[in-house]
T-cell receptor, first 112, second 114 residues
């Protein structure tokens, strides 16, 4: 699976948009970009995923560059409850596997 | 909304003892996973399971580990002879089908080996 690079930490004011970048310059054509987050030591929570096109759901938007070498997760109106470690993961399908390889992620701190 | 559940939430055991961690995946899911996270470290893949057999396992998943789906609802991880270094959070995950589908994680079991 391709390696990803994320900033170690970011701060965001409550109510503002949080933009979390991720570099995945070695991504292959069949690899998807997934975003998960982990609050304290809880189980990772799925946020969004995409292949080429930008995606939006009730939690966030995912912007993938045209060359697919980087992406940005956008939380449009961050709240204190969005404070968490955010993981950008690229994953290729491997039969019944499709394991997720977690990095160290970005610690997002949302403040008043 | 359906959830993955795990029991117990916290397990304390003595070194050398066997432990079984239990998971109930989301009911119509077909792919099952175990991950672990040692305190302060990354979440690490252990094993994936599909159609009643292991489809992939990591180097961590040695002969001391085994997985089983004993009935239509439970998915278990057994550690035969626990070591101190097995102390970690263990997360179960499940996925509905093949393709780029989402893995949903349970809340985890904290295993403490004394």
């Amino acid at each position: 699976d391709a390696k990803t690079t994320q900033p170690t930490s970011m701060d965001c004011a409550e109510g503002r948009a949080a933009n979390l970048p991720c570099n995945h310059s070695t991504i292959s054509g069949n690899e998807y970009v997934y975003w998960y987050r982990q609050i304290h030591s809880q189980g990772p929570q799925y946020i969004i995923h995409g292949l080429k096109n930008n995606e939006t759901n009730e939690m966030a938007s995912l912007i993938i560059t045209e060359d697919r070498k980087s992406s940005t997760l956008i939380l449009p109106h961050a709240t204190l409850r969005d404070t968490a470690v955010y993981y950008c993961i690229v994953s290729v399908l491997t039969g019944g596997g499709n394991k997720l390889t977690f990095g160290t992620g970005t610690q997002l701190k949302v403040e008043l | 909304e359906p959830e993955v559940t795990q029991t117990p939430s916290h397990q304390v055991t003595q070194m050398g003892q066997e432990v079984i961690l239990r998971c109930v995946p989301i009911s119509n899911h077909l792919y099952f996973y175990w991950y672990r996270q040692i305190l302060g470290q990354k979440v690490e893949f252990l094993v994936s399971f599909y159609n009643n057999e292991i489809s992939e396992k990591s180097e961590i998943f040695d002969d001391q580990f085994s997985v089983e789906r004993p009935d239509g609802s439970n998915f278990t991880l057994k550690i035969r002879s626990t070591k101190l270094e097995d102390s970690a959070m263990y997360f179960c995950a499940s996925r509905k089908r093949g393709g780029p589908d989402t893995q949903y994680f349970g809340p985890g079991t904290r295993l403490t080996v004394l």
